[in-house]
């Protein structure tokens, strides 16, 4: 089992930037598809981004059109961790973000956010002020 720790998250003005850090253990996530979610007062939960390994030395990125341009998904290997990168914030980018960690390609990022398959952290706050 995967455990996933979040953070980074906390209060910015609109237009600024936040660094989120999902550090996992319990198993090396070396090839895990790993993701962000976030959860807005009120509303469902939805897929921001993630990243799968691909083959040949390299690992694919996919985004929510609305964060496409602002935010960027990385891992950092050595420290078994995932990052998303938020620049240019705006005040519709306030939730709960979630990391998720899956050992195989889920049907679909909307699936897998519905089925909370795999491992999930607690989520960590981000909140944009206008």
């Known amino acids: 089992q995967v455990h996933l720790v979040e953070s980074g998250g906390g209060l910015v003005q609109a237009g600024g930037s936040l660094r989120l850090t999902c550090a996992a253990s319990g198993r090396t996530v070396t090839s895990y598809v790993m993701g962000w979610f976030r959860q807005a007062p009120g509303k469902e939960r939805e897929f921001v981004a993630a990243t799968r390994w691909g083959g040949g030395g390299r690992y694919y990125a996919d985004y929510a059109d609305s964060v496409k341009g602002r935010f960027t998904i990385f891992r950092d290997i050595a420290k078994n961790s995932v990052f998303l990168q938020m620049n240019s914030l705006k005040p519709e980018d306030t939730a709960v973000y979630y990391c998720?960690?899956?050992?195989?390609?889920?049907?679909?990022?909307?699936?897998?956010?519905?089925?909370?398959?795999?491992?999930w952290g607690q989520g960590t706050q981000v909140t944009v002020s206008s």
């Open positions: 998720a960690a899956e050992d195989r390609p889920p049907p679909s990022w909307a699936n897998w956010g519905h089925e909370s398959s795999g491992s």
